[in-house]
């Protein structure tokens, strides 16, 4: 892994360094100014995780900023992986995101297209989409390692921020996915986290390639897991969320089942997975995606045998 002996002093960055196998986890905001949910949706992953994804209004849905939830999260004694989208800000507000993210202690950044708002609630809104999820990976490092703005004017003091970027193995053509990461790792990506996983068959593949590329000799892949939580929500994703992969196979495990045993049938699966992951070549960790279950995160992380959390200095 090559290392340009730069520190953000993010604990993600010292365990995947260490070589410890990481272990993320995924908050949601909530759709107001709610710090007392906030909380509740947060506390369950002190110690389960390395650092907390902090969604940016996912789906084009209106919540607390990106930014505000993450600060809180360093308030109280948590570390943050601050998601930005490119749908909502030129590169002026990017900039200067990416600094206040740093003066207020966040860590981590994972830069992301976003989805868009025509998935939302507001879907008459503009989009910007002044630079995409690439160029965005590119300035963050820019800023970061040359203490520089995109106009080449300097940064008093650069952010420190270890940069992240998300990976789709599953998108069409799903053959060219690899040569897509590749071209965030040269960006300058420090990490990636993947989409969630349902075909182990096409990722192994999508992994292969990867190895056989030498990216994962550039950066630290995290596999995405989201348990399912019933057969409904198994065939919803199939059919209805684009670039998800979700073969019959699992739907008919889940059916098997009765519906009260659905959602354990969609943590065994789960934790199958992160077992193979622990095995995989490449893999150097796994993102935990519970969607408004983070509750069941401290289980499925025992469950997973993933505690406790290593501390690095």
Same mark, same amino acid.
């Given at each position: ?7 953000? *002093? ?14 993320t ?10 710090? *007392? ?7 369950p992953?002190? $110690? ?12 084009? #849905? ?7 939830a ?7 004694? +948590?570390?943050?992986?601050f998601q930005?989208?490119?749908r ?8 200067? $995101?990416?600094?206040?993210? @740093? ?21 008459? @809104?503009?989009?910007?989409? $002044?630079?995409?999820?690439i ?9 970061? $390692? ?30 060219? &996915? ?23 068959? &096409?990722? &192994? ?8 590329m030498? +990216?994962? *000799? ?38 098997? #089942? ?24 490449? #893999?150097?960790? #796994? ?8 509750? &069941?995160?401290?289980e499925?992380?025992?469950?997973? *045998?993933?505690?406790?959390r290593?501390?690095?200095?």
């Amino acid at each position: 892994m090559s290392d340009s002996g730069y520190k953000s *002093g993010s604990n993600l960055e010292k365990v995947l360094k260490a070589g410890h196998f990481a272990f993320t986890g995924e908050c949601g905001p909530p759709k107001g100014a709610n710090v *007392g949910h906030l909380k509740e949706k947060m506390e369950p992953l002190r $110690d389960m995780v390395d650092a907390i994804n902090v969604t940016d209004n996912q789906t084009a #849905v209106v919540r607390m900023s990106s930014k505000a939830a993450s600060a809180l999260m360093v308030m109280a004694g +948590l570390e943050p992986n601050f998601q930005m989208v490119c749908r909502d800000r030129n590169r002026i507000a990017i900039q200067s $995101d990416i600094l206040g993210a @740093s003066a207020l202690g966040i860590r981590n950044m994972l830069c992301l297209s976003g989805d868009h708002q025509q998935f939302g609630n507001h879907p008459e @809104s503009k989009n910007v989409f $002044d630079i995409d999820s690439i160029q965005l990976i590119a300035v963050a490092k820019k800023m970061r $390692d040359e203490g520089k703005f995109i106009n080449d004017e300097a940064i008093d003091e650069p952010p420190k921020i270890f940069i992240g970027a998300a990976s789709n193995p599953f998108g069409d053509p799903w053959q060219f &996915r690899a040569h897509r990461l590749a071209n965030k790792i040269d960006a300058g990506a420090d990490f990636i986290q993947t989409q969630c996983i349902y075909n182990m068959e &096409r990722f &192994r593949e999508f992994m292969k390639q990867a190895v056989d590329m030498g +990216l994962t *000799g550039k950066t630290h892949i995290l596999a995405g897991v989201t348990p399912m939580k019933s057969a409904g929500m198994a065939n919803y994703m199939a059919k209805f969320v684009p670039g998800m992969d979700v073969p019959q196979e699992l739907i008919k495990r889940l059916k098997g #089942v009765d519906k009260k045993m659905q959602a354990e049938e969609g943590i065994k699966f789960a934790l199958e997975q992160i077992e193979e992951f622990k095995q995989m070549e490449g #893999v150097a960790g #796994v993102h935990l995606m519970a969607i408004e279950w983070e509750h &069941r995160v401290p289980e499925i992380a025992e469950r997973a *045998g993933v505690l406790p959390r290593p501390k690095v200095d």
